[in-house]
Each structure stands twice: as C-alpha cells, then as structure tokens.
C-alpha cells in the first residue's frame, strides 16, 4: 500500500503510473468476487444440511400414548372397537388395523386386557412436536390431559425402518423402498460393471486406433451428457414395450441405469487402465505371455482399485437417481416389500419424491428423514471409494 | 504394438473368444445411444402422423387430454428458456468465480480441501434439490416477494431456477478450473513482467485464454439445465405458459414429458405420444451443445498440448 509519506516521493518517480492505486483496488475487487461466489456455494451446503436435518431430526421419534387396549372378540371384527371410544381419533388407525392379525397370530391374547404404548395418530404427533397440526379441541384437551399424567412419550421410531409406504403418515416407513433400492442397484452393477470394464479394456488395451474405436468413444462421451430421463424413454419403449419386461420392476430400473452408469465406469476404469505403466506389460511380453494373459494376470489386478472406486462412485450416482424411474412407473404405491427382482418396487429417491407431494404435514419430516438416510448411505459410499483409492494407490 | 500369440491351438481359439466378447461389451455403449435415439424418433413419429410437426414447433397453445386437444410446444419451450436462464444467471458468475478463487488465489492446500466441497454439491440427488426447492426455497421466496409488494406463486419460475443454477455450479466450476489450471504459466509470467497486477494478468490474460474451456464449461451446463427433471417437477409449474415475469409458475420440457406419461392416457394416444416428441427435442438439443462443447475442449487441448482434461 501506498502511504501518505511516499506519496510525493512517487510523483517524482518517471515508472510513477497514477492509475496504479485504481487499478490495485480493482485486482482487489475481483479477488472478493471470486471469494464470495466460492463462500456462497459453501453456505449454501451449509445452510442446505442445517436445513434438511432440522426438518428431519423430529422424524426419528414418533409419539406414542398409553391406553388401555381390549383383546376382545369384537375387535377382532372391528378394530375400532379395541379402545375406548374417546381414545379413537388421537390412536392410529393404522396401528389399529393390525390388532386383529396380532389376535390371529397370539390367541392367547384374546378376552385381555392390556394398558400399554400405542402408536398415536399423526395430527397428534404435530401436535406434541409443536408443528402445525390439526385436532378437535376435545381430543386437544384429551392429549393434554395425558400428558400431564405421562402417558404420552415420544419414542424411537422404529416403524420408519421396518414398515413400507402407507397412506396413514404414522405407519409410513422406508424398509420397502430399501429393499427397492438394494435389488435395483443389483440389477445395476450386475450389467454395468462386466460390460463397462470389459469396454474400457477392450478401448485401452486392444482397440486401433480405428474409425470404430473413434465411434465407440463418441458414443460414450455423448452417453454421459444424455439428460437422464431420456434413459426413462428408453426404459419404457424397449424394455417395457417391445420386451414386455414388468412395469415397476426392479429388472427394468436396474437396466435403464445400468446404461447410465455405463459411461462412468468406462471412464474411470480407463483412467485406472492406462496409469498402470507400459514396463509391466513389456516384462509380460518377454517372459512369453500372450497379449490376454498380461491383460488378466497382470495390468488388470493392478487397476483394480481404481476400476472399484470408479464403480462405487457410479453406484452411488444411480442410486440417488429418480426421474427415469419416474418414467418406468417406480413410483407406485408399495406397502410391501419387493421380493423377486420383477415385483412391482420403489425405490428410495422415488419414495421421497412420493412422500414430498403429499399433502400431510407429517410427510415433510418423513421426506427430510429418509434424505438424511439416503445422503449417509451416498456420503458412506463415497467415503469408502475415497479411502479404497487411498489404500491401493500405487505411485509408479 | 507388436502382439504375441500363443502356438497352441486351444488357447488360440480362447483369446479370440475373449477379445470377441470385448467388442462385444464394447458394442453396448453404441447400442444404447441407438436405442435412445430410435425408441424416441418411431414414437415421435408416430406422434407427428397423428399432429402437424409445424403447429408442434410454432403452435402457442398446449392442452392435452381436451377434445380437441391441441399440441403447440411454443410455451413449455418459453418455460424451458426462462428457468434456464435464471439457472445460468446463478451458475456461471458462482461457478466461474468459484473456479478463479479455487486455481489463481488458493493455495494448493487449500484447494484440496475446497474441491471436495464443492463436489459435495455435485453428489446431492437432484430429487433432494427439488424437495429443499419447493418446501424452503419457493416459499421463502413468497414472503419476499410480498416485502417488494410482489406476488409471487409457490411454484415460481425463479425457486427452481435459482436451485437448478446451484446444481450446475459444480459442474461450471470443476471444469472451468482444470481449464484455468492448464493454461500455460508462461503466459502469467510474461504479463506479471509486463507491470500487470494479478487482477489485470486473471482477467486479460488468463481468462482469455481459458475462454473455449469456460465456453465448453457453460454449455454443459446449458445442457444439464435443460434436462434436469426432477427439480422442476417437485418445484415448478404444470401450466404452460409464456410469460418473462419469473415469479409466475410456468412449466418446462421435462416436467410434460413426466406428466403425459405418469398420467392414465393410452400408450397410443396424442397424449403420451408427444413425451416423444418433446423427448426428440430435449435429445437433439442437448446433444448438439455436447458436440460443441466437447470440440471447444478439443481445440484447447491442441492449441496449449494438455492431456490432463
């Protein structure tokens, strides 16, 4: 900087630009654009994750109430008739449906009667959570009451974990979606992984340079930039229409993002592929192995790691993938868990979008839950690729 | 390179069945390009046997599922235009002024630790984006609105194009910043010794001579923008609609596609049909921006012989 001293010594000076001052302050200017635009994306993330967990936080805790419930023969035939009549709008419905299986399943419960924990309605939940909520003021009182003898609690809530879809809120879980998720995804790596590294070693190891290998590498370069739910179209006019493949099914949604994920693991096993020096393959060549026998035994094995983080990474990005199952019609209403791969099925980010457009207040928190879920499972995938790259990088 | 074949017969025909199936495999990437291509062009036309091709292109009114119903794709490409643009607007200054801070100001260390953060953002699932898009962001933007006297809708043009703009910022920026990094040193070194201040030597030198890369950068932006579904599907607009006030609801190509095929139409009908057709659109569109931008990045790697990009 300049000081005040200098100053009369610089107008001396012949090198003297008076512009200069301006144009420092300029370099300055820029220098803080460019730091703000990088301090906005930052806190934006972190204002993003603030935000979603603490919609999503309440949603691990569901509220339950303590009533006294009567394993009688007339629940069995109406479930309603199980508890007290004033305890019927605050005690879940849901819940209450199942009364008669647990009698089926336990007969020795019948003709008891049992105080215990209840699931509570969702409006109640909102309630006690001091959301937004909607209750008569009879049962407002009622769940006051209670509360003031401590036969209200909020507690774990399991049920997110073990239960499907639902279209009572309370009883609404992720489990079917996971399940969803997991056979899809198996689906998924079971195509792409084979057919991307056997590409990626036929492009790095054996191709010419030819007018079919330039084609192949167009393709896949222009197969990476495809918008994703073009993929969905596909799903649907080939697998679904021309094969009659099952609609909803975890076999056409695990192959449409089979053929997205293609690109990523072509790329990177190719990178992995061609970091691995030429000395390895000469040295092969010399003791008298043929061109596949050093492509197997030797420079495969030493890419591997690289080919398996390109492949989790891939993994996780078809994971969080929702709009051309959209199209392939994953976003059905699934209450049960899908147990053969041409089930009908959801799958996780389609299951959020579902529970996003409901119109239950409850739903927003399920839906900022489950993104918690599906962000611990994508930053967990990621973080394993990161320190499998770590572990087995060979500085050559 | 020379190759080397094994005098045994049987391991012969072996390796020929290997390599066979690797151009096998190879084969899939093209295939599905085709697939994409062909199963989107046959319905398309099948679309454009039943309605003209010239009111799809020209036509101003879009009601499906109407008698009469009529198919004129003028507004969603107007909706399509305006969150992409606001997208762009929020996207290319913070990405590329991400992209300056992160290779012309940070130091290396600092870098490896900004670029995973930002990659974050890049890890996000779009769905995510769309619910933190129509349950914070829209109704945030309401109230504000209502402070300037404004009225805005709840699913306004401007929350989904303003969250859209910062699921592209990663992908401005990280391209952007491998372009910057590239350009040769000699050049910096030349303008320093020139009395330029860091400033001048970014902006007209260093930038200049990234422009291709930071061209190609946006375009692939421009094409991800376009094509982004779910944002727009959990927080835009269902009505067609030509407006440039981006506090309107207005809706976009791929949120039509969505809904004429979730709805309960007939596979054969007009109505399902033109998904296609605005599929066909959505493709050739983003793939010529791809074709550009991968030549721009071509050129750039010839003119300054990188091979790290």
Known sequence: ?396 | MSTFESKNKKTQVYEQLIKLALITASVIAILTTFGILFSILFEAIEFFQMRSFWYFITGTEWSPGVTGSKFGAVPIFAGTFVITIIALLVAIPIGLGSAVYMSEYASPRLRDYLKPILEVLAGIPTVVYGFFAAITVAPFIVKAAAVFGLEATFNSALASGVVMGIMIIPVISSLSDDVIRSVPDSQRKAAYGLGMTHGEVIKNIVLPSAMPGIISASLLGLSKALGETMIVVMAAGLRPNISWNPLEDMTTVTVTIVNSLVGDFEFNSPETLSAFALGLVLFVVTLILNMISLSLIRKFKEKYKVNTL
């Open chain 1, 1 to 396: 900087m300049i000081s005040r001293k200098n100053k009369k010594k610089q107008e001396n000076n012949p090198f003297y630009d008076p512009s200069l001052k301006r144009r420092h302050s300029s370099a300055k200017r820029f220098k803080k654009f460019t730091l703000t635009s990088l301090i906005f994306s930052i806190a934006f993330l972190a204002f993003f994750l603030f935000d979603i967990i603490g919609k999503g936080i309440p949603a691990f805790n569901i509220t339950y109430v303590k009533v006294e419930v009567n394993y009688s023969e007339a629940a069995v035939k109406d479930y309603r008739k199980a508890v007290d009549r004033k305890y019927r709008n605050i005690i879940s419905r849901a819940w209450l449906r199942e009364l008669p299986l647990i009698i089926k399943d336990n007969p020795s419960l019948l003709n008891t009667k049992k105080t215990q924990w209840v699931l509570a309605d969702d409006q109640v939940d909102q309630y006690i959570k001091g959301h937004h909520y909607r209750l008569k003021r009879k049962d407002r009182a009622l769940i006051d009451d209670m509360k003031a003898h401590d036969l209200v609690e909020l507690k774990f809530n399991s049920i997110f974990f073990t239960q499907g879809d639902s279209k009572t809120p309370e009883y609404a879980g992720l489990y079917s979606a996971m399940v969803g998720s997991i056979l899809t995804l198996i689906i998924t790596m079971l195509v792409a992984f084979p057919i991307g590294v056997m590409t990626a070693i036929y492009l790095e190891e054996f191709a010419d340079d030819n007018k079919f290998t330039r084609f192949i590498e167009v393709n896949i370069n222009n197969l990476a930039a495809i918008p994703s739910i073009l993929f969905g179209l596909l799903g649907l006019a080939i697998f679904i229409n021309l094969f009659g493949m099952p609609r909803s099914s975890p076999l056409v949604g695990g192959l449409t993002l089979a053929l997205m994920t293609l690109p990523i693991i072509i790329v990177s096993s190719r990178a992995a592929l061609r970091a691995v020096p030429d000395s390895i393959r000469q040295a092969g060549y010399g003791l008298g192995l043929t061109k596949i026998e050093v492509t197997r035994d030797h420079v495969l094995p030493l890419a591997f790691p690289g080919v398996l983080t390109g492949s989790i990474i891939g993994l996780a990005q078809a994971m969080g993938e929702t709009a051309p199952l959209i199209i392939i019609g994953m976003i059905a209403f699934i209450p049960d868990a899908p147990g053969m791969v041409t089930d009908a099925a959801t799958v996780m980010p389609a299951q959020l979008f579902t529970w996003a457009g409901m119109p239950e207040k409850m739903y927003i928190e399920k839906t900022a839950a489950g993104i918690m879920v599906l962000l611990s499972v994508l930053i967990s995938l990621n973080a394993l690729a990161i320190y499998l790259r770590k572990k087995f990088e060979v500085k050559w």
